[in-house]
T-cell receptor
Framework: SQQGEEDPQALSIQEGENATMNCSYK?????LQWYRQNSGRGLVHLIL?????REKHSGRLRVTLDTSKKSSSLLITASRAADTASYFC??????????FGAGTRLFVKA | NAGVTQTPKFQVLKTGQSMTLQCAQD?????MSWYRQDPGMGLRLIHY???????DQGEVPNGYNVSRSTTEDFPLRLLSAAPSQTSVYFC???????????FGSGTRLTVV
């Protein structure tokens, strides 16, 4: 079974609105990462948050991590049509394995 | 700096055939992994390597072999292709520490 599960599975918003995606996981982690995948392309790393961090920012991205609830959220502020993509969380557990969730498909309407 | 290069980009196999998916990185990354992505699902880890000569199984290793003779290359071998192996395969590499993966552009494999 997969470590991470994103919620919602799909999200449709208007340009300029904020988009929030959630990720829940099952076991203790070393870090949690978020990736973007444009249709038919490889994944691109967006941001990484360590297990001892609670919040991290990068440009229009804000990631939070709650290890007590085993959950994370990715907020994209002032979304643009170019943000349309699938977003995946990935968790690195003890050892080397990095396990991905099923992803959230984001559609930003211009 | 090419990053992670996967070949071929597309491949059609007949059931029972074998083939090797190539992956090469030029960033001197210690860690390399193979994932498969199926519609509506995330990426599932097939095999991974933490350095030359060291490999281990991921979530779905059956039907696949890997080897890591050099830091740069991490080929994935399908021993006897089955329709269930129809998927998009991604190779990714990383270095030590808290860093994200660099992904290749993928190989779309169809087994008929």
């Amino acid at each position: 079974s997969q470590q991470g599960e994103e919620d919602p599975q799909a999200l449709s918003i208007q340009e300029g609105e904020n988009a929030t995606m959630n990720c829940s996981y099952k076991t203790s982690i070393n870090n949690l990462q978020w990736y973007r995948q444009n249709s038919g392309r490889g994944l691109v790393h967006l941001i990484l948050i360590r297990s001892n961090e609670r919040e991290k920012h990068s440009g229009r991205l804000r990631v939070t991590l709650d290890t007590s609830k085993k959950s994370s959220s990715l907020l994209i502020t002032a979304s643009r049509a170019a943000d349309t993509a699938s977003y995946f969380c990935a968790t690195k557990t003890g050892g080397f394995k990095t396990i991905f969730g099923a992803g959230t498909r984001l559609f930003v309407k211009a | 700096n090419a990053g992670v290069t996967q070949t071929p980009k597309f491949q059609v196999l007949k059931t029972g055939q074998s083939m090797t998916l190539q992956c090469a990185q030029d960033m001197n990354h210690e860690y390399m992994s193979w994932y498969r992505q199926d519609p509506g699902m995330g990426l599932r880890l097939i095999h991974y390597s933490v350095g030359a000569g060291i490999t281990d199984q991921g979530e779905v290793p059956n039907g696949y072999n890997v080897s890591r003779s050099t830091t740069e290359d991490f080929p994935l071998r399908l021993l006897s292709a089955a329709p269930s192996q129809t998927s998009v395969y991604f190779c990714a590499s990383n270095t030590a520490g808290d860093r994200g993966y660099t992904f290749g552009s993928g190989t779309r494999l169809t087994v008929v």
